[in-house]
């Protein structure tokens, strides 16, 4: 190996449609990152057989299902399963024999103080430790906080899974994670050896990105570094917007103020009720502990985790300013899944918000386009009317785009109330305050 270090950009040359083919790929868990990663290569014609221990998650793949809302699989899964490049195994063993190539997709739950749990990853190694040979990229796609690569390295020693460790992260987003794959801004390839770097690079020749290839740790570091960078960047945004609010700016002037200037941008600087999800929540406090563990205090992160907290009190804010009391008050929610084009409510301000208003004694109807969830005192309804119906308050809690075509004056005639917290600055201020609606959004 030249250099630990390397980047190429730009197309790669062509895949050769035969050695496509002939590269035989295995995906262990087919969960978001899994199935899209699986979907990723069987589109460019490669061969991907993917294991899943979840027998009814399993059950509804093989009949042609997708056990999640991401927008544009279902079609991709099915064009993987007509071409016959797409199969679903229950057995990690069968899926992954005879291929060159095991990507682990298997998930990292939060442990014990903040660390991830990586009892899944173990498991998958022991699963494929009969069937793997010297020749073998074992891929970590599974977000695993930096320096995980030294246990999991003794895990296949251990198991006699033979075969190179490769570290692949993933940047996909949720309801966007198709982008994620097939048009990926960079793939970072992190192993110790060139030949297995190499290998999981040709199998990404048919994308025109950048591969940067690196050793084990900088791989993980890499990708729990962009979290917490995102993480911090819409934290600060909350936290300039909390300011915007009490000096009187309008934050969305302030974004696009600071967003032009280069070094800035206005991406993620959306303020909102804090960040969700099953991966900022989670990969924060790993990447906390993995620096409290090596004796430093990473103050900055701490302070995004405790600030992210503290968001959903200030939306609760809000609500208390505009009607007083929420005991007894109906609450009209708009909104579940942590994010606009998911059904995913782990980790969502939205639960979050609902629950405390619970608790203070309100009744919540809530509207979700895709996400359910069942909570104890939130009645949920089908259709944004129905929640609207004699409410005292309309808090917008997801920034799902239905939402951006609510008119203010019928949501004026609907309710019973005049006090809408929005927070996801997702309706038109002026014309809310003219149809006399008593409008808070976040620093606006
Ligand atoms: C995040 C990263 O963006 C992905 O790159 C990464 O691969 C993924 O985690 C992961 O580790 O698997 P995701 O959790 O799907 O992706 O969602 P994001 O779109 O990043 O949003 C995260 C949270 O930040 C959401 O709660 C969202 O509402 C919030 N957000 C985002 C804002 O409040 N404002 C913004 O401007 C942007």
């Known amino acids: 190996m030249e250099s630990m270090w390397s980047l190429s950009s730009g197309p790669m040359p062509p895949v050769d449609p035969s050695e496509g083919a002939s590269h035989q790929i295995s995906v262990l868990g087919a969960g978001h990152v ?143 994670a198709l982008a994620g794959v097939l048009e990926p801004v960079r793939v970072v390839i992190g192993s110790l050896d060139p030949a297995a770097a190499d290998l999981v690079a040709s199998l990404h020749a048919p994308l025109e990105t950048t591969i940067l290839q690196t050793d084990p740790a900088s791989a993980e570091l890499t990708k729990y570094a962009a979290n917490a960078y995102l993480a911090m960047r819409v934290t600060f945004a909350n936290t300039i917007a909390n300011i915007a609010d009490v000096v009187g700016a309008d934050m969305t002037d302030v974004v696009r103020g600071i967003g032009l200037d280069p070094r800035i941008g206005t991406d993620f600087l959306r303020p909102g009720p804090g960040y969700g999800g099953s991966c900022f929540p989670k990969d924060l406090p790993a990447l906390i502990a993995v620096a409290g563990e090596h004796g430093l205090d990473p103050v900055l992160l701490a302070a995004v985790v405790e ?44 639960i979050k918000l609902a629950a405390a208003l619970v608790e203070a004694g309100a009744e919540v109807r809530a509207y979700d386009p895709v996400a359910a969830v069942a909570l104890e005192g939130v009645e949920q309804v089908a259709s944004i009317s129905k929640a609207l119906e004699g409410a005292d308050l309309l808090l917008i809690a997801t920034e799902w785009p239905e939402f951006a075509g609510i008119d203010p004056a019928a949501v004026s005639v609907a309710m019973r109330g005049n006090v809408v917290v929005d927070a996801r600055n997702m309706m038109d201020k002026q014309k809310a305050l003219a149809a006399g609606l008593d409008y808070r959004g976040m620093g606006r």
């Open 34 to 176: 899994g199935l899209v990663t699986a979907v990723g290569f069987t589109h460019h014609g490669m061969r991907v057989r993917v294991g899943e221990a979840g027998p009814e998650r399993l059950a509804l793949l093989q009949s042609g299902g997708v056990p999640f809302h991401e927008p544009g699989l279902a079609p991709l899964v099915t064009e993987g399963i007509e071409a016959g490049l797409l199969t679903f195994h229950a057995s990690n063993a069968e899926a992954t024999e005879g291929a060159s190539t095991v990507f682990l997709a298997v998930p990292t739950p939060a442990g014990t103080n903040g660390s991830a749990d990586l009892s899944a990853v173990e498991s998958a190694i022991r699963s494929i430790a009969p069937v793997s040979t010297d020749d073998t990229a074992v891929v970590v796609k599974s977000s695993v906080p930096p320096g995980s690569w030294r246990r999991i390295q003794a895990w296949m020693d251990d198991a006699g899974c033979a075969g190179s460790l490769v570290i692949n992260p993933e940047f996909l987003q949720e309801g966007m």
């Open 307 to 350: 600030a992210n907290e503290q968001q959903v009190h200030r939306v609760i804010g809000k609500l208390a300013d505009g009607l007083g009391s929420l005991k007894g008050r109906r609450i009209a929610l708009l909104g579940l899944a942590y994010k606009a084009d998911t059904d995913d409510t782990s980790g969502s301000p939205a």
